[in-house]
């Protein structure tokens, strides 16, 4: 009889991952702060934002409340319906990365085509399919799995696909969110434990493929070029990224302080998308920094382990998805924080949770909802309960 | 468990768990080397990144020293730098002002539309003033229209609350408050100061946006007493002012002179203007006529050529000189009297102010004795006062003086002064013979004085000077009650391009109290029309001033207050030299 009262909440608490929810509602709760900070000096003096310092903070708080919203319908869904849903949704996320093309519909920003403008909102296809080349990696993994030792029939379908989708990106252009949907391909085939000769192929064309990329274009070059040494051309090539550095190097241990960022005052461009970190660094010094990168690594382990639970069940689709989403959020973070911190060249990709945009939080949460779902569908399978 | 079993109809796929373990190491690895990267960057590489970012948006500007104020002898204020707002754009923009928004401006500004706008939208330079120094009510209302890229910049502004009436002498500041023209030039050094820097950030809109570091503190100018007083000041403008246009003369000027001591007091002219209004005014009234200007003073000379022949032993103020009835003949030039006369005493020659007594007497002396003479008492050298631009005036060399121009040198032909240098040459009759140096600041001790003359020959022209305001003499006019007063018409001929011509500059020089006198007044009228002798014209200006000064100085009466005796219409006033 005590034992039972005792027992009885303890079980109520662990119905989802409690770690994964908090780390990631940090990680929001962080971003809205600080795209806050970074956005208010432009916000205020911008006749696009109508001179409202909050014009920043009021839509990514709306985006936010968005993305809990959709996550938590997201959460309702069953994974085996996701799995279902997995071809169709894909093909839906090529034919918005073809509309977003045709002009008149898509939307040019900064000489990027990416966005979809949907009478209010701007819906950025190119976030989706980030999801959705999670979705179908792992269902084609699953479905190709008995063939998966000839290259024909297992990689070249999946290799040519992502051909397309790669080419319609590059189009935009959209060189970050092809990276990433790349990434998610290959891992997801490497988990699914696909012939390991051509993967030992791979490891070779893949850097000549980036080269030949690259070279291929002047404005990817220059990114490049700007990457390698920013103090050559700081007001040029340089410009961006010699200013995100600067505010590391400001930032020290601790920080100038919240809201004491110099570099956000129209120094840094895109302080509050893609080089929101920077500002961090600045304002909250290495241990922000460290904060927030540790906040992502707790993602990745909680979504690893949420995979192989479900790789202990049997549940491969379940498994390679929460794994799949591991690497996307992980990899697309990566990058955000190597081009932040002069690692790697400028992409154009966001830091998933933090950075502004409306169709990235929203995305991001309902990735992290089908995660949720995945845990408690395990945790019930161990339970014996029906899902 | 129908789910696990249409999952194992699509073929048993295996995940090996050892590519997921290594998958997952490889991203953690992956940032953890993120994590080092940061370590480099804010802990270690920190210096240069920081150096770096100060070079982009470090300054070093200057920190305006605030400009030392100028009072009067008793620290009445005479200039103030005060604050003003500069309204500056920045081209720098991402949005635009919308043109309601620069009409607005414009009018707040009292500018053109127009000009505004070209001014706004100069994309060749990234700073630009739009108003500079407008007073602070006006640039709240710019500042509450909030147009984008529009700031201000806090200056000084030099306000003189004497306006028009120390215009010249104090001079003005420019833009840049530095000293122009006047004591704010002559003084620039000990009024501006230095300016301070210190170490600010900005924000790429050019905004201050911290205070780093102060480099420098600045220095703030220092404060510097005249020796003005502003009271006397005013009467002595008032009355040029009024003297100047009642006579529809071209100009006038005053200067009071403390006779002890040797400072100025007050020194005015007309026409002046406001130097608050930054309307550039016209040049000739910019100058400080009482310095800079010369002119022939005429029979204001005349006393020094009785001291000089006294002093030399060869009259006595009753010996009497034939003056020839009015016309003498001096190497072929004749010189005349208005008022003829057979014979005057040395003291007549002065209340008269007989020019062939003057030219008797000015011949009896060796050109060295009286070139010396005028010499030592200030003429053909500057005063002292450092004033920007003061003329010195012309003194020929006695070494080449012919007998004519000795002559006309006695009653004050043939030379040139200032009013300044005129009524500071007035001290050796004030002072017992000797000459004071001028002073624009406020002396703590009485400036030490040069002997021209003995005490008796300098007591006996003021005797002879207190002639000149009795009925009798030139300038009864310049009487003033209560006050025995000593001084010396002067009415002379204007010279242009080396003739004389039928215009005048009418002067009257004079010391009150005549017992031990306190103040030596000097005024002077260009052109006048109608009447030009100076007993006329100068004579009741100084009288007005004297006057008021010596009550305003509680100065012991020396005379009953019945003491003005105006004689019956005459004209004993009329002099011309």
């Given at each position: 009889?005590?034992?039972?009262?005792?027992?009885?909440?303890?079980?109520?608490?662990?119905?989802?991952?409690?770690?994964?929810?908090?780390?990631?509602?940090?990680?929001?709760?962080?971003?809205?702060?600080?795209?806050?900070?970074?956005?208010?000096?432009?916000?205020?003096?911008?006749?696009?934002?109508?001179?409202?310092?909050?014009?920043?903070?009021?839509?990514?708080?709306?985006?936010?409340?968005?993305?809990?919203?959709?996550?938590?319908?997201?959460?309702?869904?069953?994974?085996?319906?996701?799995?279902?849903?997995?071809?169709?949704?894909?093909?839906?996320?090529?034919?918005?990365?073809?509309?977003?093309?045709?002009?008149?519909?898509?939307?040019?920003?900064?000489?990027?085509?990416?966005?979809?403008?949907?009478?209010?909102?701007?819906?950025?296809?190119?976030?989706?399919?980030?999801?959705?080349?999670?979705?179908?990696?792992?269902?084609?993994?699953?479905?190709?799995?008995?063939?998966?030792?000839?290259?024909?029939?297992?990689?070249?379908?999946?290799?040519?696909?992502?051909?397309?989708?790669?080419?319609?990106?590059?189009?935009?252009?959209?060189?970050?969110?092809?990276?990433?949907?790349?990434?998610?391909?290959?891992?997801?085939?490497?988990?699914?434990?696909?012939?390991?000769?051509?993967?030992?192929?791979?490891?070779?064309?893949?850097?000549?493929?980036?080269?030949?990329?690259?070279?291929?274009?002047?404005?990817?070059?220059?990114?490049?070029?700007?990457?390698?040494?920013?103090?050559?051309?700081?007001?040029?090539?340089?410009?961006?990224?010699?200013?995100?550095?600067?505010?590391?190097?400001?930032?020290?241990?601790?920080?100038?302080?919240?809201?004491?960022?110099?570099?956000?005052?129209?120094?840094?461009?895109?302080?509050?998308?893609?080089?929101?970190?920077?500002?961090?660094?600045?304002?909250?010094?290495?241990?922000?920094?460290?904060?927030?990168?540790?906040?992502?690594?707790?993602?990745?382990?909680?979504?690893?382990?949420?995979?192989?639970?479900?790789?202990?069940?049997?549940?491969?689709?379940?498994?390679?998805?929460?794994?799949?989403?591991?690497?996307?959020?992980?990899?697309?973070?990566?990058?955000?924080?190597?081009?932040?911190?002069?690692?790697?060249?400028?992409?154009?990709?966001?830091?998933?949770?933090?950075?502004?945009?409306?169709?990235?939080?929203?995305?991001?949460?309902?990735?992290?909802?089908?995660?949720?779902?995945?845990?408690?569908?395990?945790?019930?399978?161990?339970?014996?309960?029906?899902? | 468990?129908?789910?696990?079993?249409?999952?194992?109809?699509?073929?048993?796929?295996?995940?090996?768990?050892?590519?997921?373990?290594?998958?997952?190491?490889?991203?953690?690895?992956?940032?953890?080397?993120?994590?080092?990267?940061?370590?480099?960057?804010?802990?270690?590489?920190?210096?240069?990144?920081?150096?770096?970012?100060?070079?982009?948006?470090?300054?070093?500007?200057?920190?305006?020293?605030?400009?030392?104020?100028?009072?009067?002898?008793?620290?009445?204020?005479?200039?103030?730098?005060?604050?003003?707002?500069?309204?500056?754009?920045?081209?720098?923009?991402?949005?635009?002002?919308?043109?309601?928004?620069?009409?607005?401006?414009?009018?707040?500004?009292?500018?053109?539309?127009?000009?505004?706008?070209?001014?706004?939208?100069?994309?060749?330079?990234?700073?630009?003033?739009?108003?500079?120094?407008?007073?602070?009510?006006?640039?709240?209302?710019?500042?509450?229209?909030?147009?984008?890229?529009?700031?201000?910049?806090?200056?000084?502004?030099?306000?003189?609350?004497?306006?028009?009436?120390?215009?010249?002498?104090?001079?003005?500041?420019?833009?840049?408050?530095?000293?122009?023209?006047?004591?704010?030039?002559?003084?620039?050094?000990?009024?501006?100061?230095?300016?301070?820097?210190?170490?600010?950030?900005?924000?790429?809109?050019?905004?201050?946006?911290?205070?780093?570091?102060?480099?420098?503190?600045?220095?703030?100018?220092?404060?510097?007493?005249?020796?003005?007083?502003?009271?006397?000041?005013?009467?002595a403008?008032?009355e040029i002012?009024?003297a100047?246009?009642?006579h529809?003369a071209?100009?006038g000027s005053i200067v009071v002179l403390d006779a002890k001591s040797g400072e100025v007091l007050a020194l005015?002219?007309?026409?002046?203007?406001?130097?608050?209004?930054?309307?550039?005014?016209?040049?000739?009234?910019?100058?400080?006529r009482a310095v800079?200007d010369l002119f022939e003073p005429g029979s204001t000379i005349k006393p020094f050529t009785v001291a000089t022949a006294l002093e030399a032993g060869k009259f006595t103020p009753d010996s009497v000189i034939n003056t020839e009835n009015g016309v003498f003949t001096v190497g072929g030039r004749k010189i005349h009297d208005t008022h003829p006369y057979a014979s005057l005493t040395v003291a007549q020659v002065i209340q008269h102010s007989s020019n062939v007594g003057a030219a008797k007497m000015g011949l009896s002396l060796s050109p060295e004795t009286f070139g010396s003479s005028l010499s030592e008492a200030g003429f053909g050298t500057a005063t002292g006062s450092?004033?920007?631009?003061e003329a010195s005036g012309k003194l020929r060399d006695y070494h080449k003086w012919m007998p004519i121009e000795q002559a006309n040198m006695s009653f004050g032909n043939g030379m040139s002064v200032n009013l300044l240098q005129l009524a500071r040459a007035y001290t050796v009759f004030a002072n017992g013979g000797e000459l004071k140096p001028v002073s624009?600041?406020?002396?703590?001790?009485p400036g030490v004085g040069k002997r021209v003359f003995s005490e008796t020959t300098a007591r006996e022209v003021r005797d002879m000077l207190e002639l000149v305001v009795q009925p009798g003499g030139t300038a009864p006019q310049a009487q003033i009650k209560g006050y025995r007063v000593a001084g010396k018409t002067g009415t002379a001929h204007k010279v242009?391009?080396g003739r004389y011509v039928d215009r005048y500059v009418a002067s009257f020089v004079g010391m009150a109290p005549a017992s031990n006198p306190r103040l030596i007044v000097a005024v002077m009228v260009d052109e006048p029309?109608?009447e030009y002798y100076g007993g006329l014209i100068a004579a009741p200006s100084f009288s007005n001033v004297m006057g008021?000064a010596l009550?305003?100085?509680?100065v012991p009466n020396d005379a009953p207050?019945?003491n003005v005796m105006m004689p019956p219409a005459g004209d004993d006033a009329k002099e011309e030299t």
């Open positions: 009889m005590h034992t039972a009262i005792l027992k009885a909440p303890r079980a109520a608490l662990a119905e989802y991952d409690q770690m994964l929810t908090w780390v990631v509602l940090a990680l929001l709760c962080i971003g809205l702060v600080m795209v806050y900070s970074a956005s208010i000096a432009t916000a205020e003096d911008s006749k696009f934002t109508g001179f409202h310092p909050t014009y920043y903070l009021v839509r990514h708080g709306i985006f936010i409340f968005v993305g809990l919203a959709a996550g938590v319908a997201a959460f309702q869904v069953k994974v085996e319906t996701w799995q279902k849903l997995a071809p169709w949704l894909f093909m839906a996320g090529v034919l918005l990365l073809v509309l977003v093309l045709i002009p008149g519909v898509g939307k040019s920003v900064n000489g990027s085509r990416r966005w979809l403008s949907l009478f209010v909102i701007n819906l950025q296809p190119s976030e989706l399919m980030k999801l959705f080349a999670v979705l179908y990696a792992a269902d084609y993994t699953v479905r190709k799995g008995v063939v998966k030792h000839t290259f024909v029939k297992a990689f070249l379908p999946m290799f040519s696909v992502m051909g397309l989708v790669g080419a319609l990106l590059l189009l935009e252009p959209d060189m970050g969110a092809f990276v990433v949907i790349c990434s998610i391909a290959i891992c997801t085939l490497w988990l699914g434990g696909f012939n390991l000769k051509v993967f030992g192929m791979l490891m070779f064309a893949l850097p000549l493929a980036f080269v030949v990329l690259i070279g291929s274009s002047p404005y990817r070059m220059q990114r490049i070029k700007g990457f390698w040494d920013p103090w050559s051309d700081p007001f040029g090539k340089g410009y961006q990224l010699s200013h995100a550095l600067i505010a590391f190097g400001r930032g020290e241990w601790f920080g100038v302080g919240l809201g004491a960022s110099v570099e956000k005052l129209f120094y840094l461009p895109e302080a509050h998308t893609d080089f929101l970190l920077a500002v961090i660094a600045e304002e909250l010094g290495f241990v922000g920094v460290c904060v927030v990168i540790l906040l992502f690594a707790g993602v990745l382990v909680r979504a690893f382990a949420i995979g192989r639970q479900a790789a202990f069940l049997d549940r491969q689709f379940a498994a390679l998805l929460a794994q799949g989403t591991a690497v996307w959020l992980a990899v697309q973070a990566m990058i955000n924080i190597g081009v932040n911190m002069g690692v790697l060249p400028t992409k154009g990709l966001t830091l998933p949770f933090l950075s502004f945009g409306g169709s990235g939080v929203v995305v991001n949460c309902i990735a992290v909802a089908i995660l949720l779902r995945i845990d408690w569908e395990n945790r019930r399978m161990m339970r014996g309960q029906t899902i | 468990m129908s789910y696990n079993g249409a999952l194992k109809t699509t073929g048993v796929v295996a995940l090996p768990p050892w590519r997921s373990s290594l998958l997952f190491l490889v991203l953690l690895l992956g940032l953890c080397a993120l994590v080092g990267r940061a370590v480099y960057l804010q802990g270690i590489h920190n210096d240069f990144l920081q150096q770096k970012g100060d070079a982009r948006y470090g300054r070093t500007v200057d920190i305006v020293a605030h400009r030392g104020m100028i009072t009067d002898r008793y620290g009445e204020p005479l200039a103030i730098s005060t604050p003003v707002e500069s309204v500056w754009a920045s081209s720098q923009q991402d949005e635009a002002a919308t043109p309601e928004q620069v009409r607005q401006l414009a009018q707040a500004l009292g500018m053109d539309a127009r000009d505004v706008k070209n001014r706004l939208f100069d994309d060749s330079r990234d700073f630009v003033y739009l108003k500079r120094q407008i007073p602070p009510e006006q640039a709240e209302k710019v500042v509450r229209l909030e147009v984008p890229g529009v700031s201000l910049h806090r200056e000084y502004r030099r306000y003189y609350p004497g306006a028009d009436m120390t215009a010249q002498l104090l001079g003005f500041t420019d833009v840049d408050d530095n000293g122009q023209e006047g004591i704010e030039l002559a003084l620039q050094e000990l009024l501006s100061g230095k300016a301070g820097s210190e170490r600010v950030i900005k924000d790429r809109r050019g905004h201050i946006v911290e205070d780093v570091a102060s480099i420098r503190a600045p220095k703030p100018g220092s404060d510097l007493a005249l020796s003005l007083d502003s009271k006397m000041q005013y009467l403008f008032r002012k009024l100047v246009e009642q529809h071209k100009a005015a002219n007309w026409p002046s203007y406001n130097p608050n209004n930054r309307d550039k005014p016209a040049t000739k009234m910019l100058r400080n800079t450092a004033f920007p631009g624009f600041l406020r002396q703590d001790a242009e391009g029309t109608g008021s009550r305003l100085l509680n207050l019945g």
